[in-house]
């Protein structure tokens, strides 16, 4: 999901609940097109999504030796959505994309993380 930390996200031993989770689902919807007035050539697409899922039933630690910092554990089932934008660009590299994202929906506790950078496959 584009808009909150993605597997696994560390603050000195602290590791959040998703890497062992038992169960988890997540959706997503985009669309794509090619952007009016530029040319095809210069290889730009935007890009419009929806993204939800959750994480639960996680059985792993809450606290870490050595650190002051534990878990903040919610098997609820809290439902994470967000939509966005994007853009991407077919670059002699791979694929270069930029996506912006605001929280539909989160837990009080998610880092969210607006602005993302990606590369990759076509």
Do not use: C, H
Not at 31 to 40: E, F, K, M, T, V
Not at 52 to 73: I, N
Not at 88 to 99: E, K, M, Q
Request: glycine content about 10%.
């Amino acid at each position: 999901m584009r808009q909150f930390w993605e597997r696994s996200v560390r603050r000195g031993d602290e590791i959040m609940a998703a890497e062992r989770a038992l169960m988890y689902w997540a959706t997503t919807a985009e669309l794509q097109s090619a952007i009016p007035g530029i040319p095809q050539e210069y290889g730009l697409r935007a890009s419009a999504f929806v993204d939800a899922g959750s994480v639960f039933r996680y059985s792993g630690p809450t606290t870490f030796p050595g650190s002051t910092q534990s878990l903040q554990l919610a098997n609820n089932n809290v439902v994470r959505s967000s939509v966005g934008a994007g853009l991407t660009w077919a670059s002699p590299f791979g694929a270069l994309t930029v996506d912006y994202a605001v929280p539909l929906t989160k837990a009080a506790y998610d880092v969210v993380q607006p602005l993302r950078f990606s590369a990759g496959g076509f």
